[in-house]
């Protein structure tokens, strides 16, 4: 990167004595990596399992990204969003297209694209501002997508938040009945939770949803920010179920690596945003946009979402298989390439200990290994990982 001589020690002080204390860094420097592999500061080569959070879908260096972004650094990095801008609008065409939804607005992360998602509940709800989300969900660490987070800690210290928030334990059908009435404005949840431990909603759970949304006209929002675009082995991940959301949030793998948000509405929504309602200075970037459009080739016209479904599908059967006999596995879930391991331990000295091994993993939770690889690894590293695993829960990492 720009000072691959400089050392760890050096990049880990100025840290410490300069950059705000928001995260408890890990002692790894990445400093470059191809396809699903990273290579640190000391040469030393690992297997990518968490992609950047879920960002990193087509890997490192991915050909069309580069050349993407190479035709890009000569033209113009922004341009105002009261102007038109070309790649803005073929974005918001392939997906509205490839989703069967109505209309794009896009942002730069996933946080503001809940952000908008409920102001634009709040459009088509006029009079509610009642809010479903979910126990254990992350939709985000800004003040309103904070309100819909279903994990106290994140919450507490900032209260007072949003008012009118109610959770709900994911997957309790009773409770989400009880839940949503005539002052709910929407109801939020993750097809498949990601930081709340890879928890997959059932078909029925979704299925109430959208027919409570349906009877009391609230907006049903699916964030799709992590499980979305490609990761489930469907482009969208409510593709699997056949439940059609109001609203759609993306972000993460979109912009190839680069801030991008997308807020996708369908006919719910149609004629409610007018100009002055919502804006952003940044969003839509046009590079950002160029490489949305790549990462969407890839994914649709060069198969990368089927090889997700093919490859997932392969592992689904390792990891069942792998819970089967080992007891230390207390379950397995997931869909595709997004999936938890459970453990009857900490996940965190589990994680430590795959470091050192060359496999770069997620938690979520206490308990749970969270996998979200680039879609471009190979087998053989999922194979290698799984042996790593058993060995580390052997040695009895704890
Ligand atoms: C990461 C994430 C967000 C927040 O996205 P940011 O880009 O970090 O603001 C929201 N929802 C889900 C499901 C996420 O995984």
Known sequence: MSRPDESPQAVEARAASCVLGTYAWTKFHPRDGRGAKLVDADGKVYWDLVA???????????????????????????????????????????????????????????????????????????????????????????????????????????????????????????ALKAAVDGTTSAVFLEPIQGEGGIVPLSPEFLRTARELCDATGAVLVFDEIQCGLGRTGHLFAFQASGVVPDVVTMAKPLGGGLPLGAVLTGPRMDGLVKPGHHGTTFGGNPVACRLGLAVLDELVEGGLVAKVAETGEWFGRKLSGLKKRNKAVVDVRGAGLIRGIELDREAGPVQKRLLEKGFVVGTARKTVIRLLPPYVIPKAALSAFLIALEETLKEGAA
């Open 52 to 174: 950047g959070i879920a960002v990193n879908a087509l890997g490192y260096r991915h050909p069309r990204l580069v050349k993407t972004f190479r035709a890009e650094a000569t033209d113009l990095f922004h341009v105002s969003n009261l102007f038109y801008q070309a790649a803005q609008g073929e974005l918001a065409e392939r997906l509205v297209t490839l989703s069967g939804l109505s209309r794009a607005f896009f942002c730069n992360s996933g946080t503001e694209a809940n952000e908008a998602a409920i102001k634009f509940a709040r459009l088509a709800t006029p009079g509610r501002s009642g809010l479903i989300a979910l126990d254990n969900s992350f939709h985000g660490r800004t003040v309103g997508s904070v309100s819909i987070t279903g994990n106290p800690a994140y919450r507490e210290p900032f209260e007072p938040l949003l008012p009118g928030v109610i959770f709900v334990p994911p997957n309790d059908v009773e």
